[in-house]
């Protein structure tokens, strides 16, 4: 093993790892290297499908596209995936094991170091550098003895650490100096460095602070980055992501997504959030849908029986009849899809309790969630109009096959459903509206001029200017210093 490798820890969830490390991987890979992202463990149900069959965290792959290769399951070894407050699925080097509740996964994560590490060693193989990505807090102690995500991943592997705060949120002295403060002196050793991140303002006003970081901690300042503007142009990790809700333009379609309680891979609608002609709205439960809609989109869901039940509690299936009956148009993708047909049955309890409930009845399909988890990449096109498309199936379910199929895979099969006045649609496909093709043609459905950018363009262009922003205001020459050749335990 030569690769070097360093470790992106932060003080909280949602303090900019992800980014930073996306950020260096693009900024180390122009200059020549071959970078590898890697995150032990992720919890999120933003995940995307790898060309080896399995799935990671959505994060993982936008570090590989930073680095520009292809996302692999080792990227993410231990990926998450919450069906309840208590509970998530399991998925391990790209398949799914099992579900566990909190409890009985902290009983689980020593058999799963193994794993981790395996994947991690796979990687350190190929590459000259390896980025590592934390997951949550580093001074979460009352986890510590089981850990695989930071502490207990950065001593097993021995990798060094950077810790990162975000200042944007404040206390970001208290939280670095805190961490110091609680954590293990031999955890603590494993601390290279730290970052102030999201930084808005004069910086010359935060050099006291930065020193005052250092000289509690004795740890060297590394960097002051500021807030990175088009950081929204990116898919966000998880739902903390989300974006709040828009004040709108009277001079713009609006597009309303159900933000309902298990919400998965909301990415899907990333590109609808950059045309400038559309105001998108994550509408959350107590908030009705507003009558100036021009689409409604299911989205995918963890748990789609009890999204399901999440969505009539907040009085949705009302408004969508109601949006209908105006004209409106409708689109389920994934578990929105199953929600939009006549029933939905899951005997074996995969999702939740064993149960058979009825959908909501707009589209002529019935779901029984069965089988093994599809996850594969695909292309085709739409049935009526030809206009081609390339996605990713990412789903557990069998749906029968609707007399108005919505699209034509390249297998020959067909997926999705259409409504006789065509005002409602869906389908398996995630990353549809990703391809501009596939976005044209919906926005043009509902009578809204597309623009021409490339989604795909975008996020490489974005991904150079992160990667300029952190070149600038972090000192990327000492990172490399301090990475280090791991040394694998045992």
Known sequence: ???????????????????????????????????????????????????????????????????????????????????????????????????????????????????????????????????????????????????????????????????????????VIASLVGTKAVIDPADAAMIVGFIANRFRGDPSLFDDGMKTIARHTGWRALGLVPFFEAAHRLPAEDALGLPGRSVGTADRTRIVVLAYPRIANFDDFDPLRLEPDVDLVFVRPGEPLPGDVSLVVLPGSKATIADLAALRQAGWDIDLRAHLRRGGHVLGICGGYQMLGRKISDPHGIEGPPATVEGLGLLDIETVLEGDKVLVEITGET????????????????????????????????????????????????????????????????????????????????????????????????????????????
């Open 1 to 171: 093993m030569s690769a070097r490798a360093l470790m992106i820890q932060g003080t909280g969830s949602d303090v900019g790892k992800s980014l930073l490390v996306a950020g260096l991987a693009r900024v180390f890979t122009r200059r020549g290297l071959k970078v590898r992202p890697f995150k032990p463990q992720n919890m999120s149900n933003n995940a995307a499908v790898t060309a080896d069959g399995g799935e990671i965290g959505r994060a993982q792959a936008l570090q590989a596209r930073a680095a520009r290769i292809a996302p692999s399951v080792h990227m993410n070894p231990v990926l998450l995936k919450p069906q309840s407050e208590i509970g998530a699925q399991v998925v391990v080097q790209g398949k799914v094991l099992g579900t566990a509740k909190a409890r009985d996964y902290q009983a689980m994560k020593p058999k799963l170091l193994g794993a981790v590490l395996e994947s991690f060693g796979r990687l350190a193989a190929e590459a000259d550098l390896v980025l590592v990505e934390g997951a949550g807090s580093a001074s979460e102690v009352n986890l510590r003895a089981a850990d695989i995500a930071n502490m207990g991943f950065a001593r097993a592997a021995d990798v060094p650490v950077v810790l990162v705060g975000d200042i944007d949120r404040g206390g």
């Open 383 to 490: 049935v009526s109009e030809g206009v081609p498309f390339k996605g990713y199936e990412m789903h557990i379910g069998r749906t029968t096959d609707s007399p108005r199929p919505l699209l034509r895979l390249c297998n020959g099969q067909h997926d999705g459903a259409v409504s006789a006045d065509g005002h409602i649609a869906g389908c398996y496909i995630h990353g549809l509206l990703a391809d501009d093709r596939q976005r044209r043609h919906w926005l043009q459905r509902i009578g809204t001029q597309a623009s021409t950018f490339s989604y795909e363009s975008e996020i490489d262009t974005t991904l150079d200017l992160l990667a300029d922003h952190v070149e600038r205001h972090v000192d990327c020459d000492l990172l490399l210093e301090l990475a280090r050749e791991p040394r694998l335990r045992g």
